[in-house]
């Protein structure tokens, strides 16, 4: 029977031990606070979008452009990019890093089994006298009789429990559970900037090939032009200088041709990769154009800067590192303090199976051991101010990823507002040149204006068009930009 004298002291100590164990060393994890302006300087609205400072979904933004083409695009990106599977793949890593540190705050535990058998055909002679004497069997030295067959079997257990005291385990599965969510951060930072990638190189593909038919319409006009030049040669209206300068600009425009081209079968190639499949596989579905770019929205919900720091997943994740960082401060304090392990054995062991475990041939040992760290050099306060230092490195990037989300949103307002009032200059120059052409041509039938006024104009025409195109892609890039400066894209 155990007297209560000697549960009370046992009761005492565990109950001292498990106190200790409410206490984890470490600074506990405060947020960094950033502040953010009241608005976007450069928010403004323009003739096609209104730019309005109201919190909008943007989790799906390119299905604004309303083009199936690019949906599917960005549907089989996500799918099946083999960067964002690679970010899949840390995440579940970090998952199972988790695990392996909260696997720390459990006792171990750990089988073992032996067989032995045992046959002796050796025999001294004072065991071969002892053995006529007795009238057989088999006898040891000093007449201690040994069987010449023996059979040992074992079946043992040990457990060993190291009492997290002081926290520094727990302070491990902090860091853990923070870098985990930081890979989940990262994982949908990529979606964010694959999404835009994605639309960018389609935007780019479509307004080159637009660039490719007004081209090749340019080229037609210029060859039914040069035809019509080439009859009034024959009827001696004109001369050949006439002809020579419109054969010029009949080579001139198709000239240009080919680049365009070359340009358009990289942007397929591009997104063909992005996709994760063989750079051509997209040339039969996207080479044919035909497409024109899609307009602006009509409403760009911007929200105001304080939503910047819970949308962008960079900042997310760089305050999820600050979080880790802060944790490892304590899981290196921890080693500071004493240590308690726990060790516990135990063991079967007997010459026969049917019986190996009764209770007579159990063995057991148990042990406490307490470690005292006294002089290691300094290492430990060493490990210490280095983790520190991480977390103020861990903060100062944070500081910096906010700046530059602050930075990517008013820059890219900027270029958005920017180039919404080039566009609307483009288009009445396009507008005004084929005006002028109009004006030129007539005069040049009539004999009121030399064929010089006619290449000229066309020239002008040409140019504004190209430029015109360019705009339109130009505006889409950027407002590509302003949703991935805002972080959209991206879902849980």
Known sequence: MISIGRIVPFALLVTDVLALAACTVGPDYRAPSASAPPT?????SNARTDVAPV??????????????????????????NPDLLTAASRVREARQQERIAGAAEAPTLNGSANALTLNSDRQSSTAAAGTAASGGGSAGVSGIPIPAHTNLYSVGFDATWEIDVFGGTRRSIEAAKANTEAAQWARRDGQVTLIAEVVNDYLTLRALQARI????????????????????????????????QQSQQVATAAAQLPDLSAEARAQIHALGVLIGQQPEILTDALGGGGLTLPPPPPTLPIGLPSDLLRRRPDVREAERRVAAANAEIGVEEANLYPSVNLLGLGSFAGASVDNLFAHRNLQSVGVGMV??????GGRTRASIAVAKEEKAQALLAY??????????????????????????????????SRNSLKIAEDQYKTGLATFINVLQAEDALLKSEDLLTQSDAMVLTDLVSIYKALGGGWSA
């Open 55 to 80: 919190a909008g979904e943007l989790s799906a933004w390119w299905r604004g452009l309303n083009d199936p083409v690019l949906n599917d695009l960005v549907r089989r990106a996500l799918a099946d």
């Open 399 to 432: 500081q910096t990823t906010v700046l530059g989300a602050f930075r990517d949103v008013e820059d890219a307002l900027a270029r958005y507002a920017a180039e919404e009032t080039r566009r609307v200059a483009l288009a009445q120059s396009v507008a005004a």
């Open 40 to 44: 976007y300087r450069e928010a403004a």
């Open 213 to 244: 038919a007004i081209g090749q319409s340019e080229l037609q006009r210029e060859k039914d032009l040069f035809a019509l030049i080439r009859d009034r040669r024959l009827s001696g209206f004109v001369t050949n200088l006439d002809v020579n």
């Open 371 to 376: 470690s005292v760290p006294i002089f290691n």
